[in-house]
């Protein structure tokens, strides 16, 4: 059994992602278009300038919110000997998940199923504020699991103490207990996980292994979505269409802003996989083995963002001058950032090496990959761009790398090895080479007349541009410091922007630019001291990217930028030297 959890006291998701802060200072969200959202110079930057935001999205005072959380696991396993050539290792693992829930009772999470659009309040049109008086401004919020407050609570959250209690809009929060709900708010899930692997030697030198098993990651309390952060708790709103110099300036008297609000998905599942291999290891002369392994990975319910609260696709275009909160489909509410299982993967290798142990001063071994890996989404905190179309988001994932070779050594120096204070050096190294990792083409502005745009971590690509044939990649290219229009291109492709109320929905356009690989070379040089049998001193020279190979960057992914597709940078592998002295006993 694990009992686990958190004291959350910085609710703050600190990568701003659309429709979040990343401070109590506030969140100005500027783009090109700020379609349906008034005038705009069409150039983000210049918007900057001119002080007109699309956004300004700002949290209040910080919540202490302690989670809490078990888990119960259980396992049988059994060893077979069939034959002194075969032996078979089975199990079953039994896993009951469960999530967290808060100690005094302050988080919250929106539930679409409680929600009544027949109490919801009404929404100003023009600025998307919400009319007080006209109906319940936390209209499906819920906290989970409990009647009251708990007395642990008085004095600690605003609240549950009786002289601060009116917190929802000036009235009490006693409209969101929902004891009838699990208290953890997601649903508990029994997995069982079934695993067997055998090895039969076919020769006296060569063994064949495999294995296949079923397997359940238990997602941790997450960095993107805060119950303990969402309103009443840590006040969090958004208001859309404002001068720098005034955000709340459309907040006026009987007003108040949309909440935002981040949940979970009361279905949510814990990420499952099942993986399997088949490996062939022969013994070869000067004491090394070669092995040969086939590796497969197939996972569900991964975890990625959606926003529930999207507007549908051209809403804002078929609706010139009204507000994008007067458009959702939950009226009351901002964005409402939904964490949903419902992310696939894949992953298949082959995995070669051989292996030479340290015999008479020296080892070695080199390996080679070749694997391909596919998803629907890479990170939990992805946001998706269309919440009600994702097809073309399954494509290569975000940490893809097709081929990687890793070199290791080990040379004892054999000069005056005998001689404890000259001799005994040794050198070690290793080297690895990879090709590099892809990643997507598109801008944070909003073609689709939607109100917003996606996130991934491969930098924000918002709203996917059209690709226009297929994309070449110039291998080595680099553009210098102040590359522009005419300077040599890592890779080119026609890419055009989609057309006006739609998303991009080309298959494969999420990660479709393979970017630079690298190369990365260590070398270091030691020596022991022995001042007894149980004691003694190491020193160590170790060299890291000893040659200072230039690693180049990423390439520039902004189609309606002058550097499109060049590459001004090299990454921050650099060369570093280091002497250390280490005393053993």
Not at 3 to 22: L, M, R
Not at 49 to 73: C, K, N, Q, V, W
Not at 209 to 226: C, H, K, Q, S, Y
Not at 536 to 556: I, K, S, V
């Amino acid at each position: 059994m694990e009992y686990s959890g958190e004291n959350d006291g910085d609710q703050i998701n600190v990568s701003t992602v659309p429709g979040g802060a990343s401070n109590q200072n506030g969140t100005f969200t500027f783009t090109d278009g700020r379609t349906g959202l008034g005038a705009t110079s069409s150039i983000g930057l210049a918007n900057m300038a001119l002080g007109l935001a699309d956004s300004y999205t700002e949290i209040g005072p910080r919540s202490l919110t302690i989670f809490r959380g078990i888990m119960h696991e259980a396992f049988a396993q059994d060893s077979w000997k069939v034959s002194d050539k075969l032996h078979v290792e089975y199990g079953l693992r039994w896993t009951l998940a469960t999530g967290f829930h808060a100690l005094w009772g302050n988080n919250d999470y929106f539930s679409g199923a409680l929600y009544n659009p027949a109490t919801a309040p009404q929404v100003n049109s023009t600025t998307g504020n919400v009319i007080l008086g006209t109906g319940n401004p936390y209209d499906g919020v819920v906290i989970p699991g409990i009647s009251s407050f708990p007395s642990s609570a008085v004095g600690r959250v605003l609240a549950a103490t009786p002289a601060t209690a009116n917190q929802c809009d000036g009235a009490p929060c006693t409209g969101l207990f929902a004891p009838n709900l699990n208290k953890n708010y997601i649903a508990n899930t029994n997995y069982f996980q079934p695993r067997v692997g055998i090895a039969y030697q076919l020769t006296p030198k060569t063994v064949l292994r495999a294995g296949i098993g079923e397997f359940v990651t238990r997602m941790p309390l997450l960095d993107n979505i805060f119950p303990g952060g969402n309103s009443p708790f840590q006040p969090f709103v958004t208001v859309n269409n404002v001068s720098v110099d005034n955000p709340p300036a459309s907040v006026t008297t009987g007003t108040a802003a949309p909440l935002t609000i981040t949940t979970l998905n009361p279905n949510l599942k814990q990420p499952q996989a099942w993986n399997w291999n088949v490996t062939v290891q022969r013994q070869l002369p000067i004491h090394s083995v070669l092995t040969v392994a086939y590796v497969g990975h197939r996972g569900t319910h991964g975890w990625q963002v959606y926003d529930i609260n999207e507007p549908t696709v051209g809403a804002l275009l078929a609706n010139p001058g009204v507000n994008v909160n007067a458009l959702r489909p939950y009226k009351g509410f901002a964005a409402i950032q939904e964490e949903e299982s419902v992310v696939n993967s894949t992953y298949k290798g082959l995995q070669l090496s051989w292996e030479r142990r340290f015999t008479n001063g020296s080892s070695f071994g080199v390996s080679y990959t070749l694997s391909k890996s596919m998803d629907n989404g890479s990170n939990y905190r992805d946001i998706a761009p269309d919440t009600y179309n994702t097809s073309n988001l399954w494509g290569p994932s975000e940490f893809d790398v097709h081929h990687i070779v890793i070199i290791n050594y080990i040379y004892a120096l054999p000069f005056m090895k005998n001689n404890k204070w000259i001799g005994g050096w040794s050198i070690a190294g290793t080297a690895q080479f990879q090709t590099g990792t892809p990643c997507g083409i598109g801008t944070n502005n909003d073609f689709a007349g939607a109100g917003e745009y996606g996130s991934f971590g491969c930098g924000s690509e918002g709203q996917f541009w059209v690709l226009n044939g297929p994309v070449s990649i110039n291998t080595g290219a680099y553009a210098g410091p102040s590359g522009n229009a005419s300077s040599v291109k890592y890779f080119t492709v026609n890419a055009t922007a989609p057309p006006t109320g739609t998303f991009n929905l080309q298959p494969g356009v999420r990660d479709s630019i393979y970017q630079p690989g690298l190369q990365d070379w260590n070398i270091s040089l030691f020596k022991t001291f022995k001042v007894n049998e149980r004691a003694g001193f190491q020193f160590r020279a170790e060299c890291y990217d000893c040659p200072n190979h230039p690693n180049l960057g990423g390439p520039n992914l902004n189609p309606t930028s002058s550097q499109f597709g060049e590459i001004t940078g090299k990454t921050g592998l650099v060369r570093a030297l280091q002497l250390s002295l280490r005393f053993y006993f």
